[in-house]
């Protein structure tokens, strides 16, 4: 893991206990993305961040917080 990643990474850990804890606010900003008015955003603009924040949320429930070198 490159030292940016693990800044990111650490960004995470001050604010959330584990990676299932951060997925699960992922997953609840990707239920709430179906509930905007219309007209704000286009569909697809949408749909693309709820693609982005499913697959971030994915890759988190994979991770170790508490390996030495994290298993991201």
């Known amino acids: 893991m490159t030292e940016s990643e693990r800044k990111f990474l650490d960004l995470f850990k001050d604010a959330y206990a584990s990676p299932s804890d951060l997925a699960k606010e992922l997953e609840l900003g990707i239920d709430m993305l179906f509930y905007l008015e ?23 429930k994979s991770c170790d917080w508490h390996e030495p070198r994290g298993s991201c």
């Open 38 to 60: 219309e007209g704000v955003f286009l569909r697809r603009e949408i749909q693309n961040v709820a693609a982005a924040l499913r697959g971030i949320s994915t890759v988190l």
